[in-house]
């Protein structure tokens, strides 16, 4: 018998797809904390 075809390539991911995240290097420094969102207007002005 002939044999079987190959799978299908996985499909590729598009123009607005997210991509996920990339794992950090091991032992590497901690990333860096997310800035403080500032509130407009200011509350404390």
Do not use: N, T
Not at 1 to 19: N, S
């Amino acid at each position: 018998p002939p044999p079987p075809p190959p799978p299908p390539p996985p499909p590729a991911p598009r123009a607005g797809a997210p991509r996920p995240p990339r794992a950090r290097a091991p032992g590497g420094p901690p990333p860096p904390p997310p800035p403080p969102r500032r509130l407009f207007p200011p509350l404390c002005a």
